[in-house]
């Protein structure tokens, strides 16, 4: 699933939305407030982990800090699958908030990369302001249950809204490393080229938005959440969910060493 074959290239996702008309596929473009809204996103142990390196993080660093006030930027194709009752079944963290707060849960097919880094810069802007301090209006704790976590009740049980699947050496690094929680379970880090990259993502962010304003924060807060747009696909249950992966991933590039 990871090869990429051809020399396809959908510019802005107009063929890619062409070509979703024909195969059962919907599609629409929403902000990352928008996107992070009762669903709870799995990256799907098929696709390769975090991938991008120094160059990808200065461009999405630049995209979101030289828009014009006002403007929304095109963030790129993401890819949602509904996971079924089957799969999330082995969930055990998780089956509490799809069944009692119906939240849905989806497998990211394309797009991981892209969204992967939002919550990163997310969790950064987190850990750079106090509990009692507001973004945007509204309380550190809300953000958090919004976008990185949801606790269980009282107890220490929680829900990640963004992670991997649980056998993925990634889902243990991205809570207790990026996230900065410590595991419920006392499971073990294991580190691999893919949670390197993570580390290094949140250590880029981290350094970037240490001496900034807080007005500053704050607009780099509103744009990230609210004016970055995604080209949201949502695959249909009878689309053939590896061929559409593989269909994405034909884009006419190398793939890097990680890949």
Not at 13 to 40: A, P, T, W
Not at 101 to 129: E, F, W
Request: proline share 3%; hydrophobic share 30%.
């Amino acid at each position: 699933m990871r090869h990429r074959n051809g020399n396809v290239i959908y510019s802005d996702g107009e063929k890619l939305l062409e070509k979703s008309r024909d195969n059962n596929m919907q599609s629409e473009l929403k902000s990352l407030s928008k996107i992070f809204s009762e669903i709870i996103f799995r990256i799907p142990d098929y696709q390769r982990g975090y991938s991008w390196e120094a160059k990808h993080l200065k461009d999405f660093w630049n995209d979101i800090e030289q828009l014009p006030d006002g403007k929304s930027h095109y963030t790129g194709v993401l890819t949602l699958e509904p996971v079924n009752p089957e799969n999330y079944a082995t969930w055990e963290d998780d089956i509490w908030i799809i069944e009692s707060k119906h939240y849905s849960p989806m497998y990211v097919v394309d797009g991981q990369q892209r969204l992967t880094t939002a919550i990163i810069l997310l969790q950064c802007i987190l850990n750079s302001i106090d509990d009692s301090e507001l973004l945007n209006y509204t309380e550190k704790n809300d953000i958090r249950k919004k976008y990185i976590c949801e606790p269980k009740g009282k107890g220490i049980s929680r829900s990640y809204i963004f992670g991997y699947e649980k056998d993925n050496p990634s889902h243990e690094f991205l809570k207790q490393v990026v996230f900065g929680d410590t595991s419920v379970n006392h499971s073990t880090i294991e580190e691999t080229i893919y949670t390197k990259n993570l580390k290094a993502a949140k250590e880029f962010f981290a350094e970037k938005i240490k001496n900034i304003t807080k007005d500053d924060l704050e607009y780099i807060f509103t744009t990230l959440t609210q004016h970055l747009q995604f080209n949201i696909f949502y695959i249909e249950k009878d689309l053939d969910v590896f061929v559409t992966f593989e269909t994405m991933n034909n884009r006419g590039k190398p793939l890097s060493h990680l890949e």
